[in-house]
């Protein structure tokens, strides 16, 4: 991977940490011991003014694959 995209990648990352740190730390709570297949993972969006959209998703193996092979490609 490209040094520079990586070095941007990262900073990015610092300051998405630095401005939700409540969000960093249930996010690092609910993978600490992994998700399994079955789990159910939803997601509410709702712009200021706006009625809330929620969806959510069953994960499946080919779910847990994909992100393994994104784990292996980020190291």
């Known amino acids: 991977m490209n040094p520079a995209i990586l070095m941007?990648?990262?900073?990015?990352?610092n300051i998405f940490t630095a401005n939700?740190?409540?969000f960093v730390a249930f996010l690092n709570a609910v993978f600490k011991?992994?998700?399994e297949e079955g789990t159910i993972i939803e997601i509410k969006v709702q712009k200021?003014?706006?009625?809330?959209v929620?969806?959510?998703i069953k994960v499946?193996?080919?779910d847990l694959e994909l992100?393994?092979?994104?784990?292996?490609l980020g190291r």
């Not at 941007?8 to 990352?13: C, D, G, R, Y």
């Not at 992100?67 to 292996?72: A, I, N």
Request: charged share 20%.
């Open 54 to 56: 929620t969806s959510n």
């Open 20 to 22: 939700h740190p409540k």
């Open 8 to 13: 941007k990648i990262m900073s990015a990352k």
């Open 67 to 72: 992100l393994q092979s994104l784990r292996e």
């Open 60 to 62: 499946l193996q080919s």
């Open 48 to 52: 200021p003014g706006q009625e809330a």
């Open 33 to 35: 011991n992994g998700i």
